[in-house]
């Protein structure tokens, strides 16, 4: 199995201060994830001055010089950037640094002109696929041409409702689209579940997972936080990932693996008779049976060759049944 790719996800979660971003970089760091992603925009790249957020969105701006000085940051410790990119603006200065990649939200999916500007950079761009439709993924990969598309499934609404997960979507869209799939999990960071939700996605065949996180959910309220893990707990998802991606991998087929194969050895039941079988007779399934025994053979034969061959010699009751003894 393919080595899951984690992004732990700030998003506004920063509340503006660059203090707090250092802060979440080295935090991502901590628990392993190999990206880390902010949303960075200018609010008048998402909305007009009357939308009820504006103000906010505002509020969390931090001026370019800054924000590129954090990306080389992150990459000091190694760790990848991502940006969820809104607006031409922030496309213009951001694309100079060492930014790794974008993500576009489903809000953008008919930004043509975002779009446009994405177009054959030769980068990873993320396409949120929550609250988009088909045809809009469609014309957006269509446009964004020459670039590493992932497609991330998972409805941003927070938090999610267990009716919200629809982790079959992941198969789906992999299939229809024929690239890679990502699961941006926003399941209330209360439950258990939101730790082991993550893991459950790569075994329905997501290369990406992108979750929030906090810095202490319970006890420092910021942005975002509603579905965002504590360390602690994102280390815990960490490690449920990567112990499934050591799940054996079969591609559509049914092999058995050799411990497997000496467990069906040890236990599975032979073909005996059920009672003495005279010599010459014809066998029939009334006169077999099926148990484990406490011998070991190197060949066991099927029922199915048995049935309908004569007994070359008498067969006692209960005597395994091997191909020397049937013709």
Not at 130 to 159: D, T
Not at 272 to 295: F, P, W
Request: net charge negative; aromatic share 10%; with cysteine.
């Amino acid at each position: 199995m393919k080595k899951t790719y984690v992004i732990a996800e700030i998003a506004q979660g920063f509340e503006g201060d660059i203090n707090l971003c250092k802060r979440f970089i080295k935090l991502a760091k901590l628990v392993g994830a190999n990206a880390v992603k902010f949303q960075i925009f200018r609010a008048e790249e998402i909305c007009t001055t009357d939308y009820k957020y504006y103000d906010l969105f505002k509020s969390l701006e931090i001026d370019p010089q800054t924000w590129t000085d954090m990306i080389a940051f992150a990459d000091e410790q190694g760790l990848d950037f991502f940006v969820d990119i809104s607006g031409l603006k922030t496309l213009s200065w951001i694309e100079n640094t060492k930014i790794k990649g974008y993500k576009v939200h489903s809000t953008d999916l008919k930004n043509y002109e975002l779009l446009n500007k994405l177009k054959d950079k030769n980068v990873t761009v993320f396409l949120a696929a929550g609250g988009g439709i088909i045809e809009e993924l469609e014309k957006a990969i269509k446009i964004l041409g020459k670039n590493n598309i992932i497609i991330m499934s998972g409805f941003q609404a927070e938090p999610n409702l267990h009716s919200d997960v629809e982790l079959d979507k992941l198969e789906y869209l992999k299939s229809k689209f024929g690239v890679e799939v990502g699961y941006a999990d926003h399941f209330d960071a209360n439950y258990s579940l939101a730790i082991t939700l993550p893991a459950m996605a790569v075994l329905k065949g997501a290369t990406y997972i992108e979750k929030h996180l906090t810095i202490d959910r319970n006890n420092l309220v910021l942005e975002d936080n509603v579905s965002a893990l504590n360390p602690d707990e994102f280390i815990q998802m960490m490690k449920f990932i990567r112990d499934v991606e050591k799940f054996t991998e079969t591609k559509n087929e049914f092999p058995l693996s050799e411990r497997e194969q000496t467990y069906r050895k040890n236990t599975k039941k032979v073909v005996l008779a059920k009672h003495t079988i005279e010599a010459g007779t014809e066998i029939k399934s009334s006169d077999l049976m099926m148990l484990r025994t406490g011998k070991t053979f190197e060949k066991i034969i099927d029922i199915e060759t048995v049935i309908g061959k004569a007994a070359k010699v008498t067969i006692a009751s209960e005597s395994v049944i091997t191909e020397d003894l049937i013709k």
